[in-house]
């Protein structure tokens, strides 16, 4: 048996349904989020292993599934899904569907399910430009936020601040595919055992890999901080970057990784709990 690694509510809680058309958002928003970070760890993988791909981040994604068969309806139901998405996220930061509670470490993360949504709702708008027709090469937006932190008071505080929280929530994601309990949130009851135990490993895997790239997304913020430079700063392809050079096998590993954690998204997709408490 593997309720141990997929159960872990300490006492029932009364849940009641959202509504619909949030949650069918919702699930959108996790199938458009699996497609993104599918679309980054194949690239990745065949830059590893020596099959052509590249190194690349959401919004690179975004373009690939632009110029494939279909490609701007695809982008359409990602676009909406994304906002979904987003939506959920500020649901779960306002509402607290999860308990996370009213202390620091609650506090801490439903911020972090704000920025999220923040993030995913400006990657959806994105999204529904480029379906319909803007073309124009997207700014390094990682580097533009920075300069402008960097511009304010303090604002090397700021950067600072910023890297800090990144690299906490990468450690965080760390933590989590270790000893997080996931079925809080998934539903896994109708899986059979064996089937339960891959998916547990699989989610665990890409969980940890997204949480090695929060943690050099993080490192490049800081070092922006230190030396007062934007250029420094760097995304998802940048991290991806940074350990091709490190080694072919740590590259390959984050990257293969990155299509887990498409997978787990895929499942949140299908079997999270969205409901509130």
């Known amino acids: ?131 319909y027709g803007d073309r124009t090469d997207s700014p390094d937006r990682t580097r533009d936020w920075t300069a402008f932190l960097l511009d304010m008071p303090a604002g090397e505080l700021l950067v600072w601040l910023a890297g800090g929280s990144v690299i906490g929530y990468g450690l965080y994601q760390l933590y989590r595919s270790f000893k997080a309990k996931l079925g809080r949130q998934l539903d896994l009851s109708s899986l059979s055992g064996q089937t339960h135990v891959w998916v547990v490993g699989v989610s665990r895997f890409g969980i940890a890999a997204r949480g090695i790239v929060f943690c050099l997304i993080g490192f490049f913020l800081a070092r922006a901080a230190s030396q007062h430079d934007a250029g420094q700063a760097g995304g998802i392809q940048q991290s991806l970057a940074t350990l091709a050079r490190v080694g072919r096998w740590p590259f390959a590993a984050v990257a293969l990784g990155l299509m887990a954690y498409g997978a787990y998204e895929l499942l949140n997709a299908r079997y999270r709990r969205i409901k509130m408490t």
């Open 1 to 131: 048996m593997t309720g141990d690694l997929m159960t872990g509510v300490s006492a029932p809680v009364e849940m009641r349904d959202v509504a619909p058309w949030v949650e069918r958002l919702a699930r959108v928003g996790y199938g458009a989020k699996a497609l993104l970070y599918i679309t980054i760890g194949i690239l990745a993988a065949g830059a590893a292993f020596g099959w052509g791909g590249r190194a690349t981040d959401t919004e690179g994604a975004l373009r690939l599934v632009y110029r494939m068969t279909f490609g701007r309806v695809m982008l359409v139901v990602a676009a909406a899904g994304l906002l979904g998405y987003a939506l959920w996220r500020v649901v779960e930061a306002l509402m607290d569907p999860d308990s996370r509670g009213n202390g620091p470490k609650g506090i801490a993360l439903r911020i972090g399910f704000a920025v999220r949504g923040l993030f995913h709702g400006a990657l959806g708008i994105g999204a529904f430009r480029l379906a």
